[in-house]
């Protein structure tokens, strides 16, 4: 996706993929910035580890608590901070890195463009998760204002420390520990059951039912139904996978490292060839 993203822009640069232990994170930052690199992207569980391991905070890192893109910079001719992208030649001196968050605003997008929800203010949300994707979906539902947020994991203690913090940063926002009763406007699954098609369903069905759902998404992307979807869809639900928010998330740090606007439609070709080899 990102190749194909960046060869369309015409630039001089390639994606790989490394695999980093978390207790090497902070040296593979520092070797990513003593190489110039343009920019980095990180995945779990680095995401929250990378806070304390970037020069500056975006907003949108600070906002949601995570750091998923690195843009690393340099000072320019008047000693102001620009993309190492920026520059045509040599990169001067100092490198600095700046962590941003693009996982939030693309999950929003998916939500609209891939389940057809146009808005979720005043929406009860059953959010099943509360890892670290999990968490930033919350924190999004919060600060765009959804109705009731109804958060369930298998360990309780993690929700509700997820709840507090919902509590004192979004005191308007009503969010309970627990299954909803009665009919919710939106099923999130952040959870990693439905990896395997074997998974039990994220969720308690003795506890809850998917006829209470308007429509329900799942950040799994791959297999693209996951029994989640097919129980949803069943239940006459609008379904939709993660494959957007995925393909948003990156689109966005394309975006960021570059400068340029990113070819959104040879990327999804592109992720839907990798990922379901068409």
Sequence with gaps: MQNAGIAALGLNWRYLACDVHPGDLRAAIQGAK???F??????????LLALD????????????????????????????????????????????????????EAFARSLREDLGLQHWRHTDVLLLGAGGAGRVAAL?????????????????????????????RFPRQEVKVGYPNGQVGLVVNATSLGLNPQDNLPFNPEQYSLAEARAV???????????LLEAA??????????????????????EIWSGMSAPIDLMRRALEKEVYGR
């Design 34 to 36: 003593a190489m110039k």
């Design 38 to 47: 343009i920019g980095l992207n990180l995945t779990v569980p680095h995401k």
């Design 53 to 104: 391991m970037v020069d500056e905070l975006d907003r949108s890192a600070q906002d949601w608590g995570a750091v998923n893109t690195i843009r690393f910079q340099a000072r320019d001719a008047k000693g102001e901070w620009q993309p190492v992208a920026h520059f045509a030649g040599d990169v001067p001196g100092e490198i600095h890195a700046r962590g941003f968050n693009t996982d939030a």
């Design 140 to 168: 999004k539902f919060a600060f765009d204002g959804v109705g009731r947020l109804f958060l369930v994991n298998r360990t309780a203690a993690k929700a509700e420390e997820i709840a507090v913090e919902i509590r004192r």
């Design 217 to 227: 998404y799942d950040m799994i992307y791959r297999p693209a139904e996951t029994p």
């Design 233 to 254: 869809r069943a239940a006459g639900c609008r379904v939709a996978n993660g494959l957007g928010m995925l393909l948003y998330q990156g689109a966005q740090a394309l």
